[in-house]
């Protein structure tokens, strides 16, 4: 190109360099960004695969020393799904309801403008501080006792504005015309988002929870404030300590022997299975979901 | 939306549209929803209130002071515990990340709405995402098995050739140190920074990068011109909120740093420690009393994560540009 114009398209020299210089520092950031991801999944799977067997996934760690091969993370599989879903029931009602307030109901009012705000805060109080308030809360207060329960309650809250943030802005999606379509029909407001509005969000929704669920399954410091750690296998999430996979990997790391150590990148590698098995669900769903697909 | 103004005024003067308003099933409906949000706040308030309320206590039988003690005894007869130090390892080992992460970062971004081919750059952006759906403890993991004793190599050639610079210095150089909490932390903080990064970016004027290249800027000099000074408020933003991510990340730093109670800014000896690391580490063995010494931290932190929020959202805020950009 440079051949048929020159004396257009000629950049002097330093400007070129430090153009291209630029571009390699940008690609070059890029590849930093991407190395430690790939090491790390490397590592959880080759390492995680010698542990990631039937006895790994069916038996819990009750009765094996602190030397021994075998046991299994059974336990702590079952407290994190069941943890999980508490908190999911717990955060989805709340989250989806201050969002319909956000978006339906809050008419850039002062509150609104309030609970806008602290959704966003919330967003960022860590992980270790949720859990402590239950604590403080839930088990030093109330004097309930260590519990699934109890760290269903701190990852609710740290669900809660993702929640939130989710679905406002799916309900901010849905048409307007929809909305006033219903109006005119004589429909009330509240008939109009339940069987209007929701429907039209509601795989946005969906969506938005999964990628919630995955961002809390992975916490471990509330857990390790709330749930205490157990051996055994307890299902009742109401009652007693419970496992959870985040912990059982933070206490099999922290062991100084090569078995544990093997147990705690199984245990990562489920982990990580479980979290990017919700993520690939929550984008096939939008990928199903978008409109070129539509019939 | 323009609706509910006419809710709020109905009741009074019965309109004819007032059929529409009279709904039984409205009012609880609207109330449900502003209690939840109402809840929300309410949940924010009581983080605070029942943090304080645990700490008193414990700050009560505290023998030594709270904010310049260096050590953590809180657990003994006579407590003796201080948050100087906990604090000072947070706020270093936080910065050092956000001084790692947020060029990088910045880079990242860049590369995502700028240089990437459009058809690969969303994809391209969901493997930077996929770095901040790692779990905290598998970072953890990762790091004492394999970081750590990886950086020897490279911190002890730190320490060899640029050890007459004070942080590089240091007689024992370890392999759990401050440097590499601060790495792994970087990594953690690297995918929020970068996408709130992004988002801004993608929002300068189009009009002025194209006015910028048809006077024939390189495109590195349209990035400067138009890009950049358009997003600096962005990224500030951004590298604030990875800060108080970095503060608040307790498991990954509990398991790599080296739990000292110093003040050194060497950050290649055994330094390091942090207040959520030193929760996770002391819970284990605390009594009634340290129990409450650890929430009376806790509450340092969240007041200091609090704070960092605010100024980051307050910043944001103040350019309606930025209003739909949200992490």
């Known amino acids: 190109m440079s051949a048929v114009t020159p004396e257009i398209q000629r950049v002097s020299g330093m400007r070129r360099f430090k153009d291209k210089g630029v571009q390699f520092l940008v690609y070059l950031a890029f590849a930093i960004a991407v190395v430690p991801l790939i090491s790390v999944l490397w590592l959880v799977v080759s390492n995680g695969m010698a542990r990631f067997d039937m006895e790994f996934l069916t038996h819990s760690m009750r009765n094996i020393g602190a030397r021994d091969a075998g046991g299994g993370a059974y336990h702590a599989i079952i407290g994190t799904l069941e943890q999980v879903a508490l908190a999911s029931i717990i955060s989805v009602p709340i989250g989806l309801l201050t969002a319909i307030y956000l978006v339906e109901y809050g008419a850039n009012g002062r509150l609104k403008r309030y609970i806008s705000f602290f959704v966003d805060i919330m967003t960022g109080v860590p992980s270790v501080v949720a859990g402590l308030f239950v604590l403080a809360f839930w088990i030093l207060i109330l004097g309930m006792p260590f519990s699934g329960w109890a760290g269903a309650l701190a990852l609710a809250i740290l669900m809660l504005p993702t929640v939130v943030r989710a679905a406002e802005e799916m309900l901010l999606l849905v048409p307007n015309d929809l909305r006033e379509a219903s109006y005119a029909l004589g429909v009330p407001k509240w008939r109009t988002i339940v069987k209007v509005v929701l429907p039209t969000a509601f795989t946005g929704i969906v969506t938005g929870v999964m990628l919630a669920v995955a961002r809390v399954a992975g916490e471990t410091a509330p857990l390790l404030l709330t749930v205490f750690f157990t051996d055994s296998i307890n299902e009742d999430p109401f009652n007693g300590p419970q496992m959870g996979l985040p912990l059982y990997v933070f206490d099999q790391a922290a062991r100084p022997n090569d078995t544990a150590i093997d147990r705690a990148w199984a245990g990562a590698l489920t982990l990580i299975v479980i979290i990017m098995l919700l993520n690939l669900a929550a984008r096939l769903i939008t990928y199903w979901r978008s409109p070129a697909r539509k019939r | ?327």
């Not at chain 2, 409906?29 to 009581?46: D, E, K, N, P």
């Not at chain 2, 990242?108 to 081919?117: G, K, R």
């Not at chain 2, 004492?144 to 240091?170: C, E, H, T």
């Open chain 2, 1 to 327: 939306m323009a609706t509910s103004t006419q809710t709020r005024e109905g009741g009074s003067a019965p309109q004819s549209r007032s059929a529409f308003r009279r709904s039984r099933g409205d009012g609880p409906f609207r109330y449900a929803s502003t209690g939840a949000g109402v809840l929300l706040l309410g949940i924010m308030a009581a983080i605070a209130v029942f943090l304080i309320v645990r700490a008193i206590p414990a700050l009560q039988a505290n023998t030594a002071s709270f904010l310049s003690e260096l050590t953590w005894n809180a657990n003994a007869s006579e407590p003796k515990f201080g948050i100087a130090a906990l604090a000072f390892g947070t706020v270093v080992s936080s910065f050092l990340a956000l001084i790692i992460a947020t060029p990088i970062a910045i880079g990242v971004a860049l590369f995502i709405s700028h240089y990437a081919p459009r058809r690969l750059a969303s994809a391209l952006g969901y493997v930077i995402d996929l770095l901040a759906a790692v779990p905290s403890v598998v970072y953890g993991l990762w790091g004492i098995i394999f970081l750590v004793p990886f950086m020897r190599g490279p911190s002890q050639f730190l320490n060899d050739y640029l050890g007459w610079i004070p942080i590089f210095g240091g007689d024992q150089v370890v392999g759990r140190s401050m440097l590499v909490g601060s790495l792994v932390l970087a990594i953690m903080i690297l995918p929020i920074i970068a996408a709130i990064s992004r988002e801004v970016f993608l929002q300068a004027p189009k009009l002025q990068e194209e006015a910028a290249l048809a006077l024939g800027a390189t495109r590195w000099e349209m990035i400067r011109m138009s890009v950049l000074p358009f997003g600096r408020p962005g990224v500030i933003s951004a590298a604030m909120l990875g800060l108080g991510r970095a503060m608040g990340e307790t498991i990954a730093v509990a398991l790599i740093f080296p739990a000292t109670f110093t003040i050194s800014f060497e950050i290649l000896s055994a330094n390091g420690n942090s207040i959520a690391a030193n929760i996770a580490n002391g819970f284990g063995e605390a009594n009634d009393i340290g129990r409450g010494a650890l929430i009376a931290s806790g509450l340092v932190l969240f007041i200091i994560t609090l704070l960092v929020n605010m100024a980051a959202r307050w910043v944001i805020s103040r350019r309606k540009e930025y209003a739909r950009v949200a992490a």
